[in-house]
């Protein structure tokens, strides 16, 4: 087997490819190493945001992904009478240039991201490798193969992380646990479905309706506290609670049934020397956000740059400890905030719904704002108020700003290039990190809108899209290459 590697990836889900293709990108040697000899076939992750398609977009596959994805343009929470509770309206284009709610289905996307890491000659993917143990940190040894010596370790190894059990990490667990059935359907006929997605807030079975990605349709069915699961998760059962959406085997095909249980809770610690986690193997929420893989995505493009830069020499190793710092507080308020979703669906008492009906029917709110959450503490400009917040990517002549003008530390202003206004020293600094400049003339108002709402002319971009720092004038951008400099280390 070949060997060493820069970065070991155990694991090799979405989140795992990913990884690799942001860190094959850079020129990194990666192996990844799956124990399953194949993919798994069947749908699990149906949706993502806006922001994902843009780490999608970095990573090479938005092209063939975008034919394959359906964007949702409402999400609607009802009641058992068809009363409206809640209303997600989504935009076309979102903050960072996609729809701000895409349907898709993950087998599709895994096929793409398992042929565009495979296209890289340092990436490396093995299947149908366990790894069973380390030794002295970030040595690997796989099932059969022997040892393998990697700088780093990823634990990219889902909910039963195997990595996680060797970081001494406890988990917060907030305790909210749901039994769902989740039945993915082919119908033989396409249908149009209005608004496409759909929740059923009905105290005898609360239901989800769902796009499952162009050609396909989601059911999740709420266990009920009399149902065993093993008479929920049956085939017989699936068509029986379809029965009545008119879905029946005359006219769809089962594509799978599987119970879930739906939980709350994150690893406390995500980093132990030269091994670290994302994705499942760091946490896990419900799915009425649909924020489960996006913020595994999230975990990749924030832990590749990090990377990057300490291989290179360019940083130290402490900058590995801002992973955490920076990505637990965004991905607890995302669980808070699919826990607070949860409350208002999984209510099997009919006077508890009841209650919640009249109280939300009473004060309405017709459409909820796009989810917007900041990263917590780590590599960002000290008391900027934009600092932690998602940038935006908006249209320029010839296509969306990363593929035209390119991506990672961008120094972006309406006004001129930023990069004319920087000295000797800190434009050497700047280039150092392969940082660009750009005056951005946008032909959809993106950007015009961003600037103007904030208030400044000079934004400072990291290469995860999050704004490091901001600046009231253009000719203060040195000052943002000074302080990128001291918070990497320098």
Known sequence: MAGPYDVAIVGWGPVGQTLAILLGERGWKVGAFEKQPAPYPLPRAVHFDHEVGRILQAAGVADALAPMTEPADVYEWRNAAGETLLRFETRAAGLSGWPEANMFSQPELERLLD???????????????????????????????????ARFVVGCDGANSFVRSHLGATVTDLGFFFDWLIVDVVPDEPKIWSPLNIQICDPERPTTLVSGGRGRRRWEFMRLPEERIEELNSVETAWRLLAPWGVTPANAALERHAVYRFQARWVDRWRSGRLLLAGDAAHQMPPFAGQGMCSGLRDAANLAWKLDLVLAGKAPEAL???????????????????????????????????????????????????????????????????????????????????????????????????????DAESAAFFRSLGGIGARVEDVDGAYRRWFAAAGVEVALQRPDFYVFGTAARVEEAGALIEALRRALGD
């Open 320 to 422: 590995l400890d801002t992973y955490a710092t920076e990505r637990i507080p965004h991905v607890a308020a995302l669980i808070n905030f699919s826990m607070e979703l949860g409350r208002v669906i999984c209510v099997p008492d009919p006077a508890e719904a009841a209650a919640r009906d009249a109280t939300m029917i009473s004060a309405p709110r017709d459409a909820m704002p796009p989810l917007s959450v900041a990263i917590g503490p780590g590599v960002l400009l000290d008391g900027d108020p934009h600092a932690g917040r998602l940038f935006a990517q908006g249209r320029v002549r010839g296509g969306l700003f990363d593929d035209v003008v390119g991506r990672g530390w961008t120094l972006v202003s309406p006004v001129a290039d930023p990069v004319a206004h920087l």
């Open 115 to 149: 042929a565009r890491a495979r296209s890289f000659p340092t990436v490396e993917v093995h299947r149908g490798c366990e790894v069973t143990g380390f030794d002295a940190g970030s040595r690997l040894d796989v099932a059969g193969r022997g040892r393998v010596e």
